[in-house]
């Protein structure tokens, strides 16, 4: 472990280039006059309407940003760019995994995602709908989203890799009408079937009424007559015009749910909007990554998630960045390939995961070697701490000790960067550095109090901040109580994570201190893990933790009691795994199944997932007096 007085230095050449000299004077001014700052930022972009108000925080808290102000985010992605120079530039590289390339200028993608949204009222799709979008990483799945942006519906994009019971779950919970998914990707040189998938979820689901697909792998489909259209026959027909108004919305008003696990079972949709969402994501995006028109952009997450929503989609478009995609696996055909993709579109910023990392690191550095990737300017990481190893191999090896690693910490919930450092930000590996401008964030204890340097408290922030989600869709309620109460004298956010600050105010994210396990990065709850375990007809109780795995950061440990009468066996655990892994999806697949005869509960009957944990690891299992004997 690096001490923590070891400071990761920008070299000249990045503070010579740095638009942001000096965090800590624009720092104090953004806390000073939180709310002149975010109008600043805002006055970057283009509004059909001024706000009248920057924050109404009369009902805490349910903040709102910019009231009163009518925008849309593509007014800012893309409509605003198409009357400037940026109209003939690349907005959006993309490569197949096969190897084929698409690019599409502000022009084009303008015309693409006009023809979309076109189609989507053509099948009655209405400002405020909500439309699933359920695709692999092929171009259509960015023209659905913005699309939907575009005629005011929201979009709810579910990542490709789950199950269908989780799909129709989340298409339920939507009451969505339409669904837009494609027959499939390509992945590892075979074509996934995610038509299939959607097909078994519309079985499931009463209000679905159309689904739009796209042809991706040419694979055979089933399609049931005045259901089922294919995007291309859509394409061809007159009510596809390539010209379509922007809708103007309300600066509150919902652009897009997001699912994300939590604690209990029912996975929770966030809700974010038009205008603050546009204006925060844009500011971490330019600001953070110091982004220049000459850059070309690569977020290698799926937009299937918060990273791709933010980062992927919406913050580069609307800085006017030249974005790119890839569709496939990072090893195919060989474990060069990102290598040869940065080498040959000249990507200068990087960002992606600590386990990405690890997954590459992994085939040695000769791989990365064998291609010139000195375009790249800046790192980026996000989704879990970042293991020294991983921070070593990333800076040295792919960064060529002269590109400083931006490790952003946030979640689906701030709908951007909350904690991160910019380029000219000393580093400390393994730490996610400082707050972005306007952010109070603390590390607290029980009571709320800010604990002493070096302490393990929780993470909390402070104020609101305009890319907040701004409920829980249909449950204020949760929405309070899960982020609000715990802290509810100070107003303070609770983010759920535990962290300490050290004595240069540097912040150091231990990991989840609820019931979220990350899996590669990917957030998914023990309530649903153990819930997929119980729907098997072996099962009595379940009981899942997260333990350290070399790769994926953590794995998944599942703690099974049989129905009465059963015995565990070899061949029942392999069953239990791959049951778990099809009701969820492949992602949610434990590392191993473990036969108990009973599990630690607390005598209201909660299960103490800490003591299974601490058992399995040999480490003290802490306080045991609520523990049922
Ligand atoms: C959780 C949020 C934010 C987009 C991807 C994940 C963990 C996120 C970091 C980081 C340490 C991190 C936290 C957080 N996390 N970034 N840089 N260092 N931990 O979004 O799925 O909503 O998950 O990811 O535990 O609470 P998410």
């Not at 805002?42 to 805490?60: G, T």
């Not at 028109?293 to 580069?316: F, L, N």
Request: aromatic share 10%; net charge negative; hydrophobic share 35%.
């Amino acid at each position: 472990m690096m001490d923590s007085k070891d400071f990761v230095y920008p070299s000249q050449e990045v503070m010579d280039y740095a638009t942001v000299k000096s965090y800590d004077d624009l720092y104090h001014e953004s806390i000073k006059n939180r709310e002149g700052f975010w109008a600043e930022e805002a006055k970057r972009l283009e509004w059909y309407k001024p706000w009248d108000k920057v924050l109404d925080d009369s009902n805490h808290p349910f903040y709102k940003w910019f009231t009163g102000g009518k925008t849309n985010i593509i007014q800012n992605a893309i409509d605003r760019h198409l009357k400037t120079a940026n109209r003939n530039k690349l907005a959006f590289i993309w490569e197949g995994e096969p190897g084929d390339l698409k690019t599409y200028s502000y022009h084009a993608l303008n015309r693409e995602v006009c023809e979309f949204a076109n189609i989507l009222k053509a099948m009655g799709v209405h400002k405020g709908d909500i439309v699933t979008i359920y695709m692999p990483q092929i171009p259509e799945q960015i023209f659905a989203m913005l699309a939907c942006a575009k005629i005011g519906a929201a979009h709810s994009v579910v990542y490709g890799g789950f199950s269908h019971e989780a799909l129709a779950e989340r298409i339920n919970a939507a009451n969505s009408r339409v669904v837009i998914t494609a027959d499939g990707g390509f992945r590892r040189g075979k074509p996934t079937r995610l038509k299939d998938i959607v097909n078994k979820a519309m079985e499931l689901s009463p209000t679905m009424e159309v689904c739009i697909t796209v042809k991706r792998t040419g694979e055979e489909v089933y399609m049931e007559n005045d259901r089922d259209y294919w995007y291309h026959d859509l394409k061809a027909l007159p009510i596809a015009s390539h010209k379509c108004e922007t809708e103007q919305m309300d600066a509150e008003d919902m652009l897009f749910l997001l699912y994300t696990s939590g604690s209990t079972g029912k996975p929770k949709g966030l809700v974010h909007t038009h205008g603050g969402y546009s204006v925060y994501t844009s500011a971490t995006h330019r600001m953070v990554f110091d982004i220049k028109p000459e850059d070309r952009w690569w977020c290698a997450a799926d937009p299937g998630w918060i990273t791709g929503h933010s980062y992927m989609v919406y913050g580069p478009l609307i800085n006017g960045s030249t974005i790119f995609m890839y569709e496939g696996a990072p090893n195919h055909p060989y474990p060069d390939r990102w290598w040869r993709m940065i080498d040959k579109y000249g990507i200068t910023v990087l960002y992606t995961s600590p386990t990405a990392i690890r997954g590459l690191m992994r085939y040695g550095e000769s791989w990365v070697n064998r291609h010139d990737i000195s375009s790249l300017r800046l790192l980026g990481s996000v989704g879990e701490p970042i293991n020294p190893e991983a921070w070593r191999w990333y800076h040295e090896v792919v960064g060529k000790k002269k590109c400083p690693i931006m490790d952003t910490w946030w979640q689906t919930e701030t709908g951007g960067f909350v904690i991160t450092p910019l380029p000219v930000t000393p580093l400390k590996p393994g730490s996610a550095t400082k707050p972005f401008f306007g952010h109070e964030v603390g590390v607290v204890d029980e009571q709320g109090n800010d604990v002493a340097a070096n302490e393990v408290g929780a993470l909390v922030i402070k104020n609101p901040w305009p890319g907040m989600a701004r409920t829980i869709m249909g449950d204020d309620n949760r929405y309070n109580e899960t982020y609000w109460s715990k802290f509810e004298k100070q107003k303070y956010y609770h983010a759920g994570d535990s962290a300490r600050k050290d004595e240069d105010g540097y912040f150091w994210i231990i990991g989840r201190s609820d019931d979220v396990i990350k899996v590669s990065g990917y957030r998914l709850g023990t309530a649903e893990i153990e819930s997929a375990a119980v729907s098997h007809s072996d099962v009595a109780e379940a009981a899942a933790i997260a333990l350290p795995h070399e790769l994926k950061g953590s794995g998944i440990h599942l703690y099974v009691i049989l129905k009465a009468g059963l015995t565990g066996s070899k061949e029942l655990a392999k069953e239990l795994l791959d049951h778990v892994a099809k009701v969820m999806g492949p992602i949610a697949r434990p590392e191993e199944v473990i036969f108990a005869d009973s599990l630690p509960k607390t005598r209201s009957g909660k299960i103490m997932r800490r003591v299974l944990k601490a058992r399995a690891l040999g480490e003290d299992e802490g306080d045991l007096s609520t523990l049922d004997d």
